[in-house]
């Protein structure tokens, strides 16, 4: 069984920064891509940002290019998302995910949900104007 613990949420003031963490178990965490995904009041969940099982190959929604880098340390089994520049409108609940198949198998960077297996409860960002 896979764990995903998120933290590093808060409360902080449009242009802020904020690193979200997200804590891993279990001995094959270096195999998967990992997803950030996010989820306002109201809304869907959207993918924000990926990153593949060796960290060397990234993916991002557009409107946080440039401002949000996702990162991982596999010593650690942790993945991280650097979100800078913040905007009101990143206010939301975020949640990593871990990919649904190992590199093993051929994987790919995904923004769809359901290529995401395993889901940790989620970290509250709140940006204020």
């Known amino acids: 069984q896979v764990q995903l613990v998120e933290s590093g949420g808060g409360l902080v003031q449009a242009g802020g920064s904020l690193r979200l963490s997200c804590a891993a178990s279990g001995r094959t965490f270096s195999n998967y891509n990992m997803g950030w995904f996010r989820q306002a009041p109201g809304k869907e969940r959207e993918f924000v940002a990926a990153?593949?099982?060796?960290?060397?190959?990234?993916y991002y929604t557009d409107s946080v290019k440039g401002r949000f880098t996702i990162s991982r340390d596999n010593s650690k089994n942790t993945v991280y998302l650097q979100m800078n520049s913040l905007r009101p409108e990143d206010t939301a609940v975020y949640y990593c995910a871990r990919g649904g198949r190992s590199f093993l198998r051929g994987s790919t960077l995904s923004a769809k949900t359901t290529e995401y297996d395993y889901w940790g409860q989620g970290t509250q960002v709140t940006v204020s104007s």
């Open positions: 990153v593949n099982w060796s960290g060397g190959s990234t």
